[in-house]
T-cell receptor, first 116, second 113 residues
């Protein structure tokens, strides 16, 4: 079983469309994240949720709206897609939000979004 | 401005060679992690270092955390084609140690047989 799974893996869509990426973790973790990796492989945090509560929002445009229906799921909805939104979006989870003491972040396999 | 500077950005070597990747910053980290990412996959954690001067070994990989906790290095001995991938350092600059990781721009390593 995949620990952190996200769908779809590939998404090609036109500018202006609205799309969602879903993420689920079966690790029983309390904290989930969305990261964005650009074409230069630079990985940057977008959002973090702890037990369905938003704890990190890194000045992402409000066209991006995360939704956490329960602590095992963190979906990402993007409105009015722009060319610059093309990237790989990674969902991740960790036992809790504290990164010391061996608390590991587990990443999903990524969702390749291409806006044309 | 990149908070974490990785060097080199690209490295292509022959199987059996040694290499070192560096991760530097002017900031002090509460912890630093190294990840490896293979094509089509998400990053996978290799190690977390917390204490200044700490050295950790993972088979042929040696990780060192600088004494001042501002820099780190990853040394690979006798590289193998299976070591090929993108190596990312990530630091937790937040004193509350949240999951807000700051990543370096990565080092793409190619090991040729």
């Amino acid at each position: 079983d995949t620990a952190v799974s996200q769908t779809p893996k590939y998404l090609v869509t036109q500018m202006g469309n609205d799309k969602s990426i879903k993420c689920e973790q079966n690790l029983g973790h309390d904290t989930m994240y969305w990261y964005k990796q650009d074409s230069k492989k630079f990985l940057k945090i977008m959002f973090s949720y702890n037990n369905k509560e938003l704890i990190i929002n890194e000045t992402v445009p409000n066209r991006f709206s995360p939704k956490s229906p329960d602590k095992a799921h963190l979906n990402l909805h993007i409105n009015s897609l722009e060319l610059g939104d093309s990237a790989v979006y990674f969902c991740a989870s960790s036992q809790h939000g504290q990164l010391l003491s061996g608390n590991t972040i587990y990443f999903g396999e990524g969702s390749w979004l291409t806006v044309v | 401005t990149q908070l974490l500077e990785q060097s080199p950005q690209f490295l292509s070597i022959q199987e059996g060679e040694n290499l070192t990747v560096y991760c530097n910053s002017s900031s002090v980290f509460s912890s630093l992690q190294w990840y490896r990412q293979e094509p089509g996959e998400g990053p996978v954690l290799l190690v977390t270092v917390v204490t200044g001067g700490e050295v950790k070994k993972l088979k042929r990989l040696t990780f060192q955390f600088g004494d001042a906790r501002k820099d780190s290095s990853l040394h690979i001995t006798a590289a193998q084609p299976g070591d090929t991938g993108l190596y990312l350092c990530a630091a937790n600059l937040d004193s509350s140690n949240t999951g807000k990781l700051i990543f370096g721009q990565g080092t793409t390593l190619q090991v040729k047989p």
